[in-house]
C-alpha cells in the first residue's frame, strides 16, 4: 500500500544543472500536484494536473516544468537549477478537487 | 487572498497534557483541512470538514463557520504527537490554483 512515492529523497545540484523528480500514485487519483515548502511559509502551489494529458500552472510556477504522460506518474523538472529553488518539494494526489491531499514523504533539494 | 493564521507558532508541553492549536482565516470556506507533519517527514492528512467537529482517536477538530476559525485539540498528548501541524482552507475564489491556501503550521513538542 505505498500511496505517493517520490524520488528522489534528498539531492544537491549545482547551478544550472537540471533534474527531475518523479512522483508516482497508486490510488488512481485525477488529480495531482506539486508543491515547495520553504521555512516561514506555508506551502505553495507549482503546477498542478487534472488528469492524464494536462498540467495547469500553480502559484510559483516560474522555472518548473511538468507533464502527466500516465495518469499514475507526475513528473516535475528543473531545467536550470537557482539557489532560490533550494526547497523541500511535495508531490500530493486526491480523488478530485473537493477530497483530501495525499501526500509523499518529500524531495529535499539543495542548489549551490 | 484568504489569510490564514495559525496560532501558536510554536507549542512546547509536558505528557499528558490537552493541547489546543488555532486557525483563523478571512475569507469564507468550503472546507478546512488539518495536516501532520513530522520532523524530516512527509505530510499527512488528519481532516478534512466544513462544518461541526470530526475526532480520531485522541484527535479532534472543530470547526466555527461563522467565526472564520477552527481548533485542533489532542488529548492526552505523547512525545509522538509532536510535529507540524498545518491548517489549510478551501475557498471558491483567492485560493491557490487548487483552492487550497495553507497556514504556516505551529510546531508542537510534546516533553515526556
Known amino acids: 500500500n505505498a500511496g505517493v512515492t517520490q524520488t528522489p529523497k534528498f539531492r544537491v545540484l549545482k547551478t544550472g544543472q537540471s533534474m527531475t523528480l518523479l512522483c508516482a500514485q497508486d490510488m488512481n487519483h485525477e488529480y495531482m500536484y506539486w508543491y515547495r515548502q520553504d521555512p516561514g511559509m506555508g506551502l505553495r502551489l507549482i503546477h498542478y494536473?487534472?488528469?492524464?494529458?494536462?498540467?495547469a500552472k500553480g502559484e510559483v510556477p516560474d522555472g518548473y516544468n511538468v507533464s502527466r504522460l500516465k495518469k499514475q506518474n507526475f513528473l516535475l523538472g528543473l531545467e536550470s537549477a537557482a539557489p532560490s529553488q533550494t526547497s523541500v518539494y511535495f508531490c500530493?494526489?486526491?480523488?478530485?478537487?473537493?477530497?483530501?491531499?495525499?501526500f509523499g514523504q518529500g524531495t529535499r533539494l539543495t542548489v549551490v | 487572498k484568504n489569510e490564514v493564521e495559525q496560532s501558536p507558532q510554536n507549542l512546547t508541553a509536558q505528557e499528558g497534557e490537552f493541547i489546543t492549536i488555532n486557525c483563523s482565516y478571512s475569507v469564507g470556506i468550503s472546507a478546512l483541512h488539518w495536516l501532520q507533519q513530522h520532523p524530516g517527514g512527509g505530510i499527512v492528512s488528519l481532516f478534512m470538514l466544513s462544518s461541526g467537529k470530526k475526532k480520531h482517536g485522541r484527535l479532534i477538530a472543530t470547526i466555527n463557520i461563522q467565526e472564520k476559525h477552527s481548533s485542533l485539540h489532542i488529548t492526552a498528548s505523547h512525545p509522538r504527537d509532536s510535529a507540524v501541524y498545518i491548517c489549510?482552507?478551501?475557498?471558491?475564489?483567492?485560493?491557490?490554483?487548487?483552492?487550497?491556501?495553507f497556514g504556516k503550521g505551529t510546531h508542537l513538542i510534546i516533553q515526556p
Open positions: 500530493a494526489s486526491s480523488y478530485d478537487r473537493q477530497t483530501l491531499r495525499f
Open positions: 489549510a482552507v478551501r475557498s471558491g475564489a483567492g485560493g491557490g490554483a487548487d483552492g487550497l491556501t
Open positions: 494536473s487534472v488528469g492524464e494529458g494536462t498540467t
